[in-house]
């Protein structure tokens, strides 16, 4: 039988982007397997973890995605300036040209903000700028509001703070609970992260 060769990347061939995640990892299996579709128009090319354990490495190497732990430093919310340091280093050094966050725990410094400005993405489980920060599927719940969803936005010095790219919405129905609520806003993001990356890829493309 013939070499398949490498997936087909869709529309932008050149593009390629690093992940940060210290989680278990779901987004970046929803973007991998767009990848591996040929349906993301860009590469995920490798996974930095400040975490050592995370499923995110272990899925990454299933996908044959490179994948490193960069130990964080001492800071609970931060990288350390040489965790960070050490974090764009790698990216340069896989040449990517954009950054996507994938349940990534800590605040992204300027260091690294600078080193990939305007090209740094995150998703977060509320409709920005409502429920910012941490378990914001249960912050919805408790607010009482009729609806919740997913956002995808850029990053900037703030905690879930820059411009909106994209979001789903997500009712909440009678009887939610904060996990069946996280569980279906969830399931938008796996559908809404790979179409904000896709679409960003061909951003980029366009101002080449
Ligand atoms: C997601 O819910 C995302 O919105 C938030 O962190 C979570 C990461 O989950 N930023 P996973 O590691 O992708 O499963």
């Not at 390629?16 to 349906?39: D, I, P, Q, W, Y």
Request: net charge negative; charged share 25%.
């Amino acid at each position: 039988m013939n070499n398949p060769g490498p997936p087909d990347r869709g529309i932008s061939p050149g593009f390629c982007f690093g992940v940060l995640g210290s989680g278990k990892g779901s987004n970046f299996r929803a973007l991998a397997e767009a990848f591996r579709a040929g349906t993301l128009g860009c590469e995920p090319k490798i996974v930095l973890s400040d975490v050592e354990r995370a499923g995110i490495l272990d899925l990454s190497r299933s996908f044959d995605i490179p994948c490193l732990y960069v130990s964080p430093g001492p800071f609970q919310t931060k990288m350390s300036p040489e965790a960070e340091e050490e974090i764009i280093r790698l990216l340069r050094e896989a040449q990517v040209d954009f950054v996507v966050l994938a349940g990534f725990m800590r605040v992204i410094k300027e260091p690294l903000l600078k080193a990939f400005p305007g090209r740094i993405l995150n998703i977060h489980p509320s409709l920005l700028p409502a429920f910012r920060g941490l378990e914001a599927w249960r912050q919805a719940l408790e607010a009482g509001v009729p609806e919740a969803g997913c956002s995808v936005h850029f990053v900037d010095s703030g905690v879930d703070t820059g411009k909106i790219l994209g979001q789903s919405r997500v009712p909440v129905l009678p009887g939610d609970t904060a996990e069946s609520l996280h569980e279906r806003i969830q399931i938008a993001e796996y559908e809404l992260y790979p179409r904000m990356v896709r679409e960003f890829a061909q951003e980029l493309r366009k101002e080449e």
